[in-house]
């Protein structure tokens, strides 16, 4: 089978590709250093010739009320190139509880969501928990020298190759029309997970609990955890930072 993965070359693209050529499969990675910008659409067509999937793994640049332009036009430039060019099954990577979560890249990758479902081809949506490799991103945004602020609320992390896996397996399967949610194998509190990161590397910085700290400081019970159909990694933490 032949899969033209957009943003193939990112933190997840590449390992779906491997995963994807371990596997027996044609994986393309297209990105804007081999001429494919989805924006403009610019080589996307020829990207596309002859695939059996698109999977689109792009993200936005920004974080903000721009990602909304971003992931609306992508979607429609591929959406187009993929009918022209007949592809069968586009896959697009989206996140767990994403409709639940008041915040303008959230709503940004709802948009996208909606885009795709109203189109022309048939499709799967992956949502993923959040990633391991983000908690110090994450911790970023409420930091200071000293202290890290972040709420309790609940989340179920996952490794960035548990996600590519996800992905590759919908690539590959048939086009649900719906959504596939995956997550990691425990729950965590945010700041459970804040305090267990800096201690793997040696920061000092306290960890306080703030139930206003950041974008998930205002969601709501358990919508950042795996829902009951999903599927679950079996990498832990504990077992991501050993490796």
Do not use: C
Not at 39 to 49: N, Q, Y
Not at 152 to 175: E, H, I, L, N
Request: net charge negative; no cysteine; hydrophobic share 45%.
């Amino acid at each position: 089978m032949k899969i033209a993965v957009l943003g193939g070359t990112g933190l997840i693209g590449s390992q779906a590709v491997a995963v994807l050529r371990e596997h027996g499969h044609e994986a393309v990675p297209l990105s804007p250093s081999n001429g494919v910008d989805l924006l403009t659409g610019e080589g996307l067509d020829a990207g596309l010739k002859g695939a059996d999937v698109a999977l689109n793994l792009t993200n936005s640049p920004t974080f903000d009320e721009k990602s909304a332009d971003f992931f609306r036009t992508s979607m429609e430039n591929l959406l187009a190139a993929a009918q022209r060019e007949q592809i069968g099954h586009l896959v697009i990577l989206s996140i767990v509880g994403v409709d639940q979560v008041p915040d303008p890249y959230y709503r940004a990758k709802v948009l996208q969501e909606e885009v795709l479902a109203a189109g022309p081809v048939p499709y799967t949506i992956v949502r993923a928990t959040q990633f391991f490799e983000f908690i110090g991103a994450i911790m970023s945004w409420t930091s200071d020298d000293d202290t890290v602020r972040l709420p309790a609320t609940p989340v179920q992390p996952m490794a960035s190759a548990d996600v590519a896996k996800a992905v590759a397996r919908a690539a590959v399967g048939a086009p649900r029309n719906g959504i596939q949610n995956v997550g990691g194998p425990e729950v965590l509190r945010l700041d459970e997970w804040g305090r267990a990161a800096l201690a793997a590397t040696g920061d000092t910085r306290t960890v306080v609990v703030d139930p206003t700290a950041g974008i998930f400081g205002v969601v709501p019970g358990d919508v950042l955890t795996a829902p009951q159909d999903a599927v679950l990694a079996t990498t832990s933490y504990r077992q991501w930072l050993a490796r």
